[in-house]
């Protein structure tokens, strides 16, 4: 049977929090458990060099992420896991891909338009001013992380489905240049099932708001957090929206159907919001409890990560050797016999 082959890839500067569980890790680690899928996931930290010139911060994200992947249960059996800058190939098939690459494609990009326009805006001489060659030109690594693998389903967010496009033209541009199906075309796939997760403040979850609650925050702090997401005035006994509270919200992206039934009807009975706080952190606090005890064991193990990583990025370079010996004998860099 031939498995469909899924990629997807986790900056390395932050400390994964409840949205990113919700949007991106529950879904993957469900998808590593299955045989029919051949799952790829990589801790993208080169591009993480592109927004944080923190070594300590890229480090500790990095240890942070895969000690969260494997305490959640990931199948590193099944799944391929690694990190992007233990694959060399990656890089080099990065500049192949750049030389097939038009300029003017990468100037459509959004994060490199939104940064001219951010420019402009404020009145600046030099439109690119701020702008390196690594925001210029990421969405070519991008494309060398999907075609180096010849990922055929690639999860993402609305904002990242430019990306996968682009990726499509530089394969496309190099499968046509060099004569032959060197790359095949990933097809970007949007949950729209997934919910994006609201944060303390009731803006989307996200650490550039500083609004998050971190997955595995130790129990005390999870309370205080839960404890200052924002609810409105409405009185104990008086009925209750749950469908515009982040309670409710949040506990609904980990509740089952019925449990999140019987809270709903609490809230049109008028549930008390420090009574609500408190379902709601509880119900975490149980769920997290278990992956939480691994997550810290796992942590204090840096060098079974490290084993875990390593085994990842062999099986990862097996595959991505096999792939550029063929680019490079198509573009004229391969052996003289």
Not at 5 to 12: M, N, Y
Not at 86 to 95: A, F, K, Q, V, Y
Request: proline share 5%; charged share 25%; aromatic share 8%.
């Amino acid at each position: 049977m031939q498995k469909t082959r899924v990629l997807t890839g986790i900056t390395t500067t932050g400390t994964p929090h409840l949205g990113n569980y919700v949007g991106a890790i529950k879904p993957a680690i469900a998808a590593s458990q299955d045989p029919s899928v051949q799952s790829y996931y990589f801790l993208a930290d080169l591009h993480a060099l592109i927004k944080c010139q923190d070594p300590r911060r890229i480090q500790e994200s990095r240890l942070e992420i895969a000690a969260t992947w494997l305490a959640l249960g990931l199948d590193t059996d099944n799944a391929v896991f690694y990190r992007q800058s233990d694959i060399p190939e990656i890089t080099e098939l990065t500049w192949m891909l750049s030389c097939v690459c038009a300029k003017g494609l990468m100037n459509r990009a959004h994060a490199y338009k939104a940064s001219v326009a951010d420019n402009e805006a404020a009145g600046q001489a030099d439109p690119d001013k701020g702008v390196t060659m690594g925001l210029f030109s990421y969405p070519v690594l991008m494309a060398a992380d999907i075609l180096m693998f010849n990922a055929n389903k690639v999860p993402v967010g609305r904002d990242q489905i430019q990306h996968i496009e682009m990726a499509r033209d530089i394969g496309g541009r190099f499968n046509h240049l060099f004569k032959g199906q060197y790359f095949t075309m990933p097809e970007a796939v949007v949950d729209q099932d997934v919910e994006v997760l609201r944060g303390l403040d009731g803006r989307k979850m996200s650490k550039s708001y500083d609004n998050t609650i971190p997955l595995f925050t130790p129990e005390k702090k999870l309370l205080k957090l839960v404890r200052k997401i924002k609810t409105n005035s409405l009185e104990p006994g008086e009925p209750k929206d749950p469908d515009t509270c982040t309670l409710f919200q949040i506990y609904s992206a980990f509740a089952t159907a019925e449990e999140t039934q019987a809270m709903r009807a609490r809230y049109l009975e008028g549930i008390g919001w420090g009574e609500a706080k408190d379902a709601l952190f509880e119900y975490l606090n149980q769920y997290l409890r278990e992956p939480r005890e691994r997550y810290q064991a796992l942590l204090e193990d840096p060098a079974y990560i490290e084993s875990v990583l390593q085994k990842g990025a062999e099986r990862a370079r097996d595959e991505a050797g096999s792939l550029m010996a063929r680019v490079r004998q198509a573009s004229g860099l391969g052996s003289f016999i």
